[in-house]
Structure formats: C-alpha cells, structure tokens
C-alpha cells in the first residue's frame, strides 16, 4: 500500500488574508509567522473530578493530493491525540454538541481511507492498539467544524459522566472476557458466510481464465486473437524462487564439468590458495588477539 | 519540563544512567569500566569486524620459516588462535624485569640483615623469655621439652624454590629464603619428640625478634608451609607501596647432612607415645606406633637445595620447563589446588614435569603447549594412590620400597632422593579431584568446537559454584571427640596434635562409603595456611575457617530414596550394619529377595536430590559424634523459592509430570479423533509447561461456581465485579497441524477462516465424545480437561509461506518476510520445536527443569521477564547443560542457577554469539560458519546473540529483545546477585536471606504503580508471598466435565498491555509476572526535551507557545492520571518519584 504524504511536517496554520506575499523572503517570514498562532486546543477530562486533563486538537480535514467521498474536505474535522479511553461512539457523543455528525472514524495515525474490502466479521479482525488515536469527524453541515473550533480551551469535554459512564480497567476487562465468548454457531455463521463468497469470487475468477484461455486458443481457421492479456496472467506461472533454482541447477552444471587438479597450474594454485587461507587465519586471530589484549582478558585471576 | 541536571549525562542515555547509578550503590567501585566503554562514543571500538587482507598480501612467496610456522599452528592446535592466547597468558603471569630488581634488592637487604643476628646465652628450650615482643610460631602442646637453645647468626642464607628456578609467577610473588640453622644450635638426637621442629620456631622468633626492629621491612607475619603447623614460615613484605604484591617467605632449615634420611624411613617412631601423653606407662599396644608425617615434614626440611638442583638441570635442558610449570600453575590455581594442606603446589608440579622429562615421558624439545598436555593426560591417567611414582633413579639401600610409601601415605610421589613422598599430606580424595580436573581438561582439550583456552586456565572453579552440593563442618573442635570416637591416637600423634588433618581422610572414606553411588566425586576444600602477626600466639586449629567439602552427584542413583544392602545371610551384611547402624533394616522386596536395607524420607524430587544431606548427617553423628548442628549444608536452599506447595515440598517436578501426563492423554485423545474432514498430523506442545520449565506449573483446579457470574448461553464462568480477581488458570498451548491438501484454499484470510472452522469441529467432537467442556474461537480452542486448561490451535504448515506471498506488478511470484508471518512460524514451528527438544533434555538431565524456573523465577523478580522471553532463558540454561565447561553438567537447582547468573554476566555477548548445540547437530564447520557469520553482520544482529541448529543467522528468540541498555543491566544485576548469593552461600557464620537476590531495587525508576494484591492473581506465588490470601474461587483436585472456567484472564498482563499501547513510546514499564505487585516506569531518556509539533508525535503531549515557535512536551499530569483511569480497580496508588525528575 502507498502511503501518500497528507500533512507537511509542521502543520501550517495559515491564516487567510494575514500579509500579502510580495518576495521570498516574506513568504519564508509568513511561515514563521504562521506558528505564532496555536492550535485549537480543546482540553479533554476523564471525569469532572480529573485533576488533568489532555488537550484535543482540532482542525478542519484538508487533503492536497486527495479527495475521497468519506471525508468531505469542508465538512470534515481532524482531531488529534484522542486518549484510549475514548471510542468512537464516545468522540460522537462529545462532539455531536458543535452540530449533527454524519461519521465518525479513530485511526492509529493519520492515514488514507481504506479501500472497502470484503467485509470482515468483528471476530476475524485483529484487535486495534489502544493507544492515543486521531479521528475525523464527518459533519452533515460545514457549520460543524466551524463551531468545533471554536470551542473555548477551558471548557473540558467530558468523557465519562454520570449518564454516559465508560468503563476503563477491571471493569472493562471484565467486559471484554464476557465478549470474547462467542458462541460457536455464531461463529459457524460468519465463517460460513465469509466461505461463501470466498467460493464465489474464486469461481469467478476461473470462469475468467476459462474465458481468456479461450481467446487464446486458435479458431477453426487458425487464428489466434492477439490481446494485451490481463496483467500477471503470463503463460507460465513463475515466482522468484523457481528462478533462482534455475539459476543455481546451471551454475552447478558448469562446475561439474570442470577439471580439478588436472593441469599442473591448478595444482600450484590450490596450494597458493591454502597458504592464503593459513594466513588470513593468521591474521584474524592476531585481530582478535589484540583486542582481547585490549579488554584485558588474558589476566587468569 | 526538565531532568535535573546533575540526572542528566550530556549524551548518555537514561538506561545507562540508571544501571551506573545502581552500580555505585551497590558495589562501590566494581566493574563499571566495562559498562562505561559501551557508550555511543566508543562503540566500534571493541568489535571484532570482518579483516581486510589485501590480495597482495595473502599470495606473496612464502618464505620457508614463515610456511614452517603456519604448518605448525595447522598441525599442533586447533588455531593459532590457541597458540597465542597462551602465550598472551604466559606475558601475563610473568615476573617483570622492574618487579626482579625489586626482589633482588629486598633479598639483599634482608641477607644482610639476617646475618646480624646477635647470639644470645643458652636456655633451656621451654624458656622463652628471651624474646621480649615475638611470639614462638608454634603450638606447644605438650608443654615439656627437653634441650637447650640459644641464638647464633645463620650458617647460610640462600634463595630456594621458585624463584631461582624462574618459575614464580605473578600474582602474589612470593621468594623463599632459607637460612641454615648453625649446626651447634641443633642436636641430632633433636629428631625426637618435635625437638628440632621447637628449636626450629624458635630460631625464626629469634630471627622475627631481631628483623622487628628494622625499618626494611614492612609487614611481618608468621604462617605455616602448606598449612603443616610443624613448619613456621616468616613472611616479610618491603615496606612502602611494593607491600601487597611481593611477599618473602624465610625458611629456618638444619644443614643438609643434619640428619640421615635412613632415620626417618616412614614406619619408624619418632614421637614417643609417653611423652606425648605426658603418662609414663607404655602403652599396652607394644611398640609405639610409626610417625610417617612427623618423619617426612622433618626430612623435608634437609632437601630444599637438593631439590633446587636437581629442578636447575632439568630446566637448563628443556627449553619450555618454565612456560609449562607456570601453565602447570595457573591451571591449578583456577581450581584452587594450589594452596593449603596437602595441595599440589607449583613446587609438586615442576617436580612432576622433571618426571615427566627425565622419564622420557615428553622429550626436551617440545612446546610449552605439547608437555602441558602431556602433563595433564599424565594426572589423568595415571593413579598415585595406586601406584606411585619415583624420582630417584638408583636410590641408596635405605631408602624405603614404593610399598613402605604406600602403606604409610594416600598419594606416592618420591623424591629424587627416594626417601621424602613429596604429596606426603595430600588425601586421596584431593589427587581424585586432581584426576578428575586433568581427565576434564584434557576432554575439552579434544573437542574443537570449545573454546579450551577459556574452559582450562581462564575460568576460576569455586567450591560453590562446580559442585552440585556444598556443605561445611562448623564447629571443628568437634573434630577432636570425632578422632577420640575413630580411635585416631596414633594418627593424631603422627600429626602433632592437628586433629583437623588427623580426622579427615577418616571422614572421608566414611562418606565415600555411604554415598557409595549417589555421587561421582567427593572433594574437600585445603584447609588454609593460617596467617597471623609475629606478635601474637599461633592460632589454635579450631580457630580456623570451616572445613568444606564439595558433592558431584550423580543423577541416575539420585532418585531412589532407598539403599539397597546385601542379602541378610551374606558376610557383608554385617558390615553393612556396622556403616548405617540403626537406620538399617532387613526388608523384603518383590523379588523375593530378603536384604538389608536403609530407607530415608523422601516423596518429591527436591527431596531426593537432597538425601545425601540425610546420609551425611546421619553417618557423621553415628561415627564420628558431629551433631547435624554442625553440618552446614547447602544445597537445596535456593529451593524455597520455586517451592509449588508449602505442604508437600516439592519444587515443582511432580506437578509439571502431572500436566505432561495429561498433555499425552489429551494428544492421544486428539489423534484418534474421527469425522474430520482432513486428518490430524501432528500434535506438538508448545509451552513451558510442557516441558517442565514453566515457573509456576499449572497445578489442576476445582472451582466454587459461587464466586463467579456466568455466562448466559453456555454458562461458562465469568469474573465478578467486586469480588478479587479469579485463579488465574494458564491456558497451555497445544499446536495441531492438520493434513496438508488440495483442499485448503491458497489464501491468508481464508485459511483463517477455515482455521476457526477446524476449531468449531473439534469442539463438538471432544464435547461430545469426551463430555470436555470446550470454548472455540477464531484463533484457538480452549478445552477444559481434568482441573487443566489446554489452548489447541489448528495450524497449516503452509500458512506461512501464503503470508509472504507477493505478486509484483509483473506477475512475478516473490516472497517477502513480514512481521505476521515470522510470528506464525515462530508459534506453530520454532516454539513447538523447541519445546519438544527441551523436553528431551530434561529426560536427560533431571534438574534441567528447575534450573530453568529458578533462572526465569530470578529474570522475572529482577523486572527482566518483557526483556529476555521465556525460550530464549530456557536455551540460555540449555547451554549450561550441553557446554558445561570448564565444569560437567549440573545436578543441582542451586549449582545450575548460580552458573545461569555467571554466565549471564561474564559472556561476551558483544563480540561472540552463543552456540547452543542441541541435539548435537552441528558440527565443527558449522561453529565456524556461524562465527563467521556473527562477524561479518555484527551490527544488524540481535545484542544477544544465540544460534542454535534450527536458527544458526537470526537468534529468533532474541529479535526484538533485550536492548543494549537493558542487557547491560542484566549483566550487572546478575554480577551483583551472584555476588550476594555465592556470599550468603559460603558464609558459615549466619543463616541469611538467599531471596535478597530476588527482590528488586527501586529506586531507580521514576514512577512507581502499586497494584491491590485482591487484583494480582498470581500474588499467592511472590517471591514475598502476602499472609493473607483471599479466596480466588478455586481449590486444588480436579473433577472431570463441569463448565468452562475462567481461562487466561490476568488484570496485569491486561492492564501492561494497555500501557504500554498508549505510552510505549515515552517510558519503559516492569513488572514481575510471577504475582508482583508493582509496575516500575522508567521514562524514556527522548521523552523530555520539548519537540517541534508534529502530527505523528502528538500523542499524550500538550503544545506549548514560547517565543515564536509551537513546540510539545509530555502532558505529565495527565499521562499519570491516566496510569490510574487505566487500571481502574486494579491500581491501588501511582508514586511519581520527582526526585528523580522534575515537571
């Protein structure tokens, strides 16, 4: 998967309409400027009571290379270090106050929408890392992000109230042991509908081969269609490893035909290459003489 | 937010930081240098990299001399590498030419000294009050002497021993002077009732009176030659700082022709029993009894400079004498035979290569290297206690036979004079000791795969730490009732009243007699030649260091707890009784036959392994009246820690057979399971417990359903909110590979799939044919079986290979390695084949097992258990099994976890990997190729390095962990532990606390987390287990079906697990897995200093505006409120410890 860079190193926060850009050197002051200005922080606590708390930061979602239909760009807000004890469903309740939220999704880091793939049921896929996350957040209106951002930093969102209560610790743990018995036939059920329409894709794709083979095949009249042909559809499946066997059965074949010892030059060069040998031997041990020397490791006591 | 300042090293990293702090708390000024040459600065410096030769170089003409000197190092060693080590050595040990001035010069002073001896008037001989402030060196027991002494200047004063003869070596130098005692001083009629030998201590109190008032010399003190009381020595340091390395040792000797050797022949009596006694009756056994010893310490004193010469023309005729005897030294020095009562000194040794040369054993022109050899083949093959050697090339006609010597000493090796036995104090036991060291040497000599240099002359070989059982005789004024109770009087007189000496070969035999077979070699330690200041009196012999002896089990005899006799009616039954006395009965066995017999108490292995302790005890009271009060044995007391169950006392053997057992049903169970769409290929183990190295083996359940909520479908159990946390119940993991075949699809994620769906089956099919209660989920099984939990997961040996899988664009096939599939293989592969080959190593070695679980029990308790994984502590303690060197095998928990923590810290993990050879498979080419291998990639491997057959370039093991900083502290804290254990071990004075070891320091981590014990279900094993336990709903017993219990639900682990998802990046977190009950938070040393803002380093940190720029730093206060919010329930109070950093 290419990951395509979405953010510049330093998150610029340029201000519309501050300074007109005349030369380089003050669009290089612009960017100094630009830092001047701090994120919108929104301080987030555990519960009232919590003696600190962290500091959300929110943005609207702004994308240079791509625009994908999930994350609108004008309705979308980017929200950085989410503690793990929020979940989604919490993050909606939090920030369902700035206007009416059309999705929410938690990431371990900023990345790209994933591409939808087969469905996967919840007992297949791997567990998510609890850690700190960033989310967007979808608002059906733009008016959403606006409001959001605004949010004055001393008033902390709250994650767990009264109302709301999340659970965190024992509590939890417990939780998650009573979820992870699943039933075996409900189990049964989401491996047999994975199966399923695993049969289906690969009967599919036979019946696509089938079909290209065919072309490939000559007609009554001797012609072949000569086609692009698929990608990676080659006659012969080949992989890397067969290659290099290859390879290797060849090199081996050419040694067995030569001669060892046979002319008296190769006599002579042998005995050549066992002095050598010794003497690098030689050599390598004085190396490592000489740095045991240095570690002091040849007092017995 | 700041580390203040004198916390910080400008450059150094906080691991490093704190592992030298500790360092200096701990020990002072100990081996930090080491440490400190592993920081970035110098960090290539020290590693072997791959040697560029240009190709110049290597293919020029070879001279002749140079081809001479490769094909020697080919032939002779197994490199040059050997070669040149021991000549490193030999540089090493050497006397320096500055050091030699220094002798000379202080010899010189000291003869001039000597000889200004002033005479005094004749006194009686037990008159000592001529001398004003020197004490005799001298035990007078008994008091009355007959004779007159006085004071003369020396006849002579003249160099002796190693010294002339170039063979001294360092450290400790010490020079023999002899001074003749002038003929008029002593009488020939003096060799009767230790005359001469008073006289003798008397002559060096005068000489000590006299040097007492020079300023030549620095320290004085007397000793005593090889421990023998009879024969004083005084020791004289040069004054200033040459004081400690130099020591001159003065010898008071008659002239040579004193007495005639024929006078002293070993069966005649010198001492007369009358006078020794002090009664004047003769005693009614008729003659009095020979004095060998008394006889041979007497003639000893006539033969120095005999020997000197005989020794100078052997060394001027072989080249190597020198560079051999020091070898010869050095080698014995390793395993402390070297000094003490009846050692083999340097002295016996140069006179063993004479016998060797002048026999024509070995031939003058070979290597020091060749007749070292040759020299401890020679020891190993050849029994002195059988038939003894002899110097003496035509001795004169009254010179006594071998068999006079045999008769009279243990160990026979004559003199060149043929009348002096030169190991006259050795014990048998102690040249067996010798025998077995040679026979040791020269084994990993032969084997080229090991490293002999190391494993003979580099490693010392402490009591404690070479032999399976170590116990001490405290109290040794018992010894005197014990010869009393022997019938040692003669013996006793022979050695003037040292019942110490007197009583030992006796004890020896004795035990030798009652070990019989449980033991392959029984040693004792030399007892030391005392040392004591000129001015004060002798010490007695009960003042001196406890007696230790040293045990070799042998594990095949060790596991009967009963001794099997002759039979009732045979002669030998009666001697039988007279060795076990009461303790023996006739029982009769299922044979029929009816035999005498001892039976001792011992249900559990650990107890086993400590019968000897009962024999020892038990033999020592009934014969030699030593109360059991008096036999300090160490043993089994590291056992206690890894004890499973307080009542039954064992250290976890029988449990860990109990599981495997119940593995083996289950397996079978599995295999002739029927109605699966593919068969089952195999089923292999893949836990510790498996193969009986788990810490805390899986002990079977039955649970009170009441303290538990329940599910509602299935009604498995469920932990309840409120109540402590459950038993934790190990989930032990079983591997089953299925069938390999066409019909398994050729995708990752199907095969998941499919997996889940194997899972599914075979629950239904052991639920309903074996009424297991059985939980399937998408990547395991768990099975409820006998009061066990078992973790089956399916696995396919293709998977792997499916995961690397990769179609380029071209639609060329390549295989990548990833992260999931090197996790796959290492569980369903690496893992299971470790494990089965580990267990076969525990059949092989019992105590294999709980080496292991006292080296993981240590590894976790010192916080280390996240860095060093289970399998790669197991293979570092399979290394101790399978290369013992420079010791065999061990027996014993204790003895095997002692060498795990020296092996941890003295390897070289930096410039060698370490090759653990299982199963034998590798051979000499593959070390090298291995070794090669190590060098050329050094940099990208793991820091620690372990190759074994199956994985010879990667150490899967160790991949990911430890680090550089955490193995650095390893080596220091298992230095530090192995010092405090091998103390608290040899120290006879107090019983302490051998858990010292495994408690660890704290105070140097940041942030402390304390759990609440309720919450820790493990709490009940802690190495300081609380008084209390709640009860966690379960008790031992196992009743078969039932419901699915609570299976692998650990808060900790759970709660590690979050931390370290969310704040792995910023701290470091410990914990001992095995019922600890604090998390340790080091922050990592990048942690602070404030960074510049960045989308992907925002996590837990709070932005801060200064000055123009938008940087973040740590938001401290939350992450350590999130520390509790986390573990909500389980934490019970985060400790910041801000003396350490500052918010």
Redesign the interface.
Known sequence: MTCIKM?D???SWTPLGHGVCVSLKHIRNAS??C??F??P?IDIK?TQN??????L?VKEHKVRVEKTASRPLDRTLFV??I???CTEDVLNRLFVQFGPIESVELKD??SNPEPAE?K?SK??TPKQ????S?GYIVYTKPSGVTAAKAHPQNVPLIVSTEEHPVK???????H???R?????DV??Q??DS??ND?DQR?EEEAERKKKEAEEQEEDEEGWVKVTKGA????AR?????ADKKALEKEGKKTKRKELVNFYSWQHRQSQ?EH??E????????????A?????R????? | MKRKAAETPADGDKEMQSTESKHSQDEGERPTK?LKSDSKKSSNA?L?RP?K?SNK???KA?TPEE?NQ?KE??SLFH???LK??ME??L???VISEKKKRLVDSFVLKITELLHSVPETPVVELSDTTWLSKAEVPFILMPKSAKGKFHMEPPASVALIGSYPLGTCTK?RVSVDLMVTIPANVIHPMDAINQRYSRKRALYLAGLAEHLLSSKEVGTMQYSCLHGNRLRPVLLLTPPGKDGGSLTLRIHACPPPDFLKPGQLHPQKNKIRTDWFTGIDAPQPGGPDAPTPHYNSTVLGDHLPGAHLQFLCAVRDQCGAFKDTVALLK?WL??RELDQGSGCFGGFVASMLVAYLLTSHKVSNHMSAYQLFRNALHFLASTDLTENGITLARNPDSTAPSLSDFHSAFQVVFVDPSGHLNLCADMTAHTYKQIQHEASLSVQFWDDPTMDGFQAL??S?KPLIRTYDHVFQLCGLSKLQSACKKLNLFSELMDHSGNYIITALPLLLSLLQRGLGERIHLLVHSLPPSPEWPVTSEPLKHKEQPPLSFGLLLNPEHLASALEKGPPADSPKAAEFRQLWGERAELRRFQDGSITEAVLWEASTACLKRLVPQQIINHLLQLHADIPPSCVRYVGGLLDNVIIVREESCGTGEEESLKVVQCYDDLSRKLWQLEDLPLSITSVQGAHPALRYTQVLPPVPFKLSYKQF?R?K??R?L????GNP?PVYITPIKVICHMEGSGKW?H?A??I???K??FH?RL??ILKNTHNYPC????THLDVWKDGLAFRIQVAYHREPQVLREL?S???????RDNLQAQALEMDTQHRTLLTSTLHGLQQQHPCFGAVCRLAKRWLGAQLFGADLCEDAADLLVAHLFLHPAPNTAPSSPQVGFLRFLHLLSSFDWR?SPLVVNLNSQLTVADYTDIKNGFAASRESLPTMFIATPTDRKQSIWTRDAPSVQMLQRMVTVAAESLHVLEAQLTDATHTQDVRVAFRPPLDVYDVLIYLRPK?VPLVGSAVDPPSHEPSRGAQEGAIPGGVLP?ID?N?VS??L??LR????DMALFFHDPYGGTVIAVLWKPNTFPPL?????T??????E?CE???STVP?V??I???FS???????ERVVPRTEKWVV
């Not at chain 1, 499946?237 to 490893?241: K, L």
């Open positions: 953010w190193d330093n998150w100094v400027i830092d001047d701090a994120p922080v555990f919590s003696p600190a708390a962290h500091q930061l950085l270090n503690p793990p004890y880091k900023p087969p996967l007992h297949f890392k609890q850690g700190f960033v965190t610790g024992l509590q939890k743990w417990i998650q042991y009573s992870s018995l699943v039933p075996p189990l049964q989401a491996v994975f199966m695993y690969k990608k990676g559809a080659k499946p080949h992989s890397e490893a050549r002095i050598a010794l003497r690098k031997k030689f050599e390598e041990d004085k190396q490592k003489i740095l045991l020397r240095a570690q490791k040849f007092r017995p006591y | 080491e020290g072997v040697l030769v170089e290597l293919y070879p081809l490769l190092t080919e490199c040059s590498l040149m080590q490193e050595l540089k090493e040990v450290p050095v020095r390793q002359l580099m010392p909520d599910e479908r299935s498995a469920l932990p309840q909110d946390c699809p995708d994620l199907a998941r799939h499919i889940a769906a599914i629950a239904e939980h399937p989920s998408a179609l664009p071209d639609g060329m096939l390549l295989m410039n919450q609570v639900f808060p759970l709660y697990t979050e998802e969310a704040f792995g510049r803002f960045k989308t992907g925002m996590a837990a940190r709070r932005v505006v123009d720029k938008v938001n206060e939350a350590l409120h999130d919010v986390l573990g909500e329930g389980l934490v």
